[in-house]
């Protein structure tokens, strides 16, 4: 069953994006994570000290390197346009490269790091986000609500090897970028030149939302970023990707019946499904009554529970194209707050593989 799911999900991403909702109801395996997660973190996690490593100058474009001539002379690599596209491509020809990691996609886990690298930022004191990449250290990569998250940065060091010249704050982005684009949704530009940081950097924990919490909790952690209620609404639809894994957040199972493909279908669900408390020995948690292959979080149903967020969740789910714009331009503002740009920083869009 999960390689025929595997298969119906390449299929939908390598023909026109379909009708989701309309697809026959394939019960997914039971193990994985998502977004919401604020779980403690198990001990002995990885502290993720690599400290040592290329020096990326600012802009995200100037690697030192030595040419090995006597005496030593300094050379100076600027990335360009296609040297960005490069790396987007390393990472999506190898997005589906073990079939029996999750659904066959490390996809859903690589927007997952983006987001959650990015989702630490606080307008009030300019800490946190992506410029920084400081989840490669403890405390913060021990934070429960990382936890899984060192399988998205394991599949990404091999990538750092092959172009070395790249900070580990642009490449997660990328990495979000590529999975969101290989996985049949928008194109979403990049900005190069976050710069990485020291273990000081580190954020304290609790700035990502606990998927246990309502309405109120969502409105202070996404107000705390500078987001508004149409905004909160929209990045919510990235839950159409990925499932969550009782090893890591507690909760299980995935929160649509097609976690590789991004499409308005949470949405949709949210609003059509009948949902019901899971009995079970883990947290509380929602299933669908229908297949109890689906789950929903509490945090996923404060969105039609509460009157502003719901009028959303319903916009979206009549109008895909709406969603995906909305979406587009929420995750390009999640991905760059506090990231301290030049004003002559270029704009990139990449080409995905599906082109």
């Known amino acids: 069953m999960a390689t025929a799911t595997r298969t119906f999900a390449r299929a939908l991403r390598t023909s026109a994006r379909p009708a989701l909702s309309a697809a026959p109801r394939i019960a997914f395996r039971q193990s994985g994570h998502r977004f919401y997660s604020s779980e403690p973190a198990k001990k002995g996690s990885s502290a993720w000290l690599w400290l040592t490593g290329a020096a990326a100058a600012a802009g995200g474009g100037a690697y030192f390197y030595l040419n090995g001539s006597t005496p030593v002379t300094p050379k100076v690599f600027e990335p360009k346009f296609e040297d960005y596209q490069a790396v987007y491509n390393e990472i999506a020809n190898r997005l589906e490269e073990d079939e029996n990691y999750d659904d066959g996609s490390y996809g859903p886990v ?3 790091l983006a987001w959650h690298a990015s989702g630490t930022y606080d307008k ?3 800490t946190g986000g992506s410029n920084g990449a400081t989840m ?3 405390p913060e990569a021990d934070h429960g609500a990382n936890a899984g998250l060192k399988a998205a940065r394991d599949f990404l060091e091999p990538v750092k090897a092959k172009f070395p010249w790249i900070s580990y ?11 969101i684009q290989e996985m049949m949704g928008p194109k979403i530009p990049f900005r190069p030149g976050r710069q990485d940081k020291d273990v000081s950097a580190c954020t304290p924990d609790g700035r990502l939302p606990d ?3 309502g309405q109120d909790h969502l409105r202070n952690i996404f107000y705390r970023m500078g987001f508004n209620d149409q905004e909160i609404v929209a990045l919510a639809g990235a839950h159409a990707l990925g499932r969550c894994h009782p090893d890591r957040s507690g909760y299980s199972g995935p929160w649509t019946f097609s976690p590789t493909v991004l499409t308005n279908d949470y949405f949709k669900l949210l ?8 009995k079970w020995n883990g947290p509380k948690q929602y299933e669908d009554k229908k297949t109890k292959s689906l789950m929903m979080l509490p945090a996923d149903m404060s969105l039609v529970q509460d ?3 719901k009028k959303w969740v319903q916009k979206y789910a009549a109008d895909n194209d709406l969603f995906f714009k909305d979406f587009a331009a929420v995750i390009t503002k999640l991905f760059e707050l ?3 740009f030049k004003e002559d920083t270029p704009t990139y869009v990449f080409k995905s593989t599906r082109e």
Do not use: H, M, N, Y
């Open 136 to 138: 490669r250290f403890s």
């Open 211 to 213: 998927a246990a919490q």
């Open 307 to 309: 009157k502003e967020f």
């Open 110 to 112: 690589l927007l997952r």
């Open 271 to 278: 609003l059509e499904e009948k949902w019901q408390w899971k």
């Open 338 to 340: 506090g990231v301290p």
């Open 124 to 126: 009030e004191t300019g």
């Open 169 to 179: 704050s642009d490449l997660w982005i990328i990495g979000g970028i590529c999975a």
